[in-house]
């Protein structure tokens, strides 16, 4: 199975500071038909997890373009660029290219 | 608007069964793969089961197959998840998802707890 593993788990940030998180899978995301199924899902305290950004780097409607996603190959990052109250909660990078489908293990933003 | 709707959740013993189901609404079902992720408690995220939409293929985590059985009726726009042979490790909250690679929306989940 693709490992995937974020850094750092734990991301104490001060409002309206940036925040950056790191993603980095144990082989290639790029599939067969040229994609990159690199997604990154935001989880508020109690809730569902949400999609912010899929296919590294194109943000989902409704997400604040203070959210962005870059990266490619095995390396990926979300990048928060003005930290708000809202976005408490756990990140995770999740990849699409290989079954199983895998996850991070999360990077919880908290204020600090 | 997306809709999923989770049902079925409960307290079993080890060893035994249950049946998740999955409601969904706002969007053409049949063209969509769906799949079940499950969160332990505490814990992160897992894939569980996908069912192709197009290509009606499946596909199960080693850690279900052989166990676990997901089936859809693109009649009734639902996607089920037989669970046999329960253990102790499939205590999680059940999340089904539109999608499988491309997975957008998530429901509020269903916690499912394997204990006697």
């Known amino acids: 199975d693709v490992v995937m593993t974020q850094s750092p788990l734990s991301l104490p940030v001060t409002l309206g500071q940036p925040a950056s998180i790191s993603c980095r899978s144990s082989?290639?995301?790029?599939?067969?038909?040229?994609?990159?199924?690199l997604s990154w899902f935001q989880q508020r305290p109690g809730q569902s997890p949400r999609r912010l950004i899929y296919k590294v780097s194109n943000r989902d409607s409704g997400v604040p373009d203070r959210f962005s996603g870059s990266g490619s190959g095995t390396d990926f990052t979300l990048k928060i660029s003005r930290v708000e109250a809202e976005d408490v909660g756990v990140y995770y990078c999740m990849q699409g290219t290989h079954w199983p489908y895998t996850f991070g293990p999360g990077a919880k933003l908290e204020i600090k | 608007e997306v809709q999923l709707l989770e049902s079925g959740g409960g307290l079993v013993q080890p060893g035994g069964s249950l049946r998740l189901s999955c409601a969904a609404s706002g969007f053409n079902f049949n063209s969509y793969t769906m799949s079940w992720v499950r969160q332990a408690p505490g814990k992160g995220l897992e894939w569980v089961a996908i069912f192709g939409g197009s290509s009606g293929r499946t596909y199960y985590a080693n850690s279900v197959k052989g166990r676990f059985a997901i089936s859809r009726d693109n009649s009734k726009n639902t996607v089920d998840l037989q669970m046999n042979s329960l253990r102790a490790e499939d205590t999680a909250v059940y999340h089904c998802?539109?999608?499988?690679?491309?997975?957008?929306?998530w429901g509020q989940g269903t916690l499912v707890t394997v204990s006697s």
């Open positions: 082989q290639s995301l790029v599939h067969s038909d040229g994609n990159t199924y």
């Open positions: 998802a539109k999608g499988g690679r491309d997975t957008d929306y």
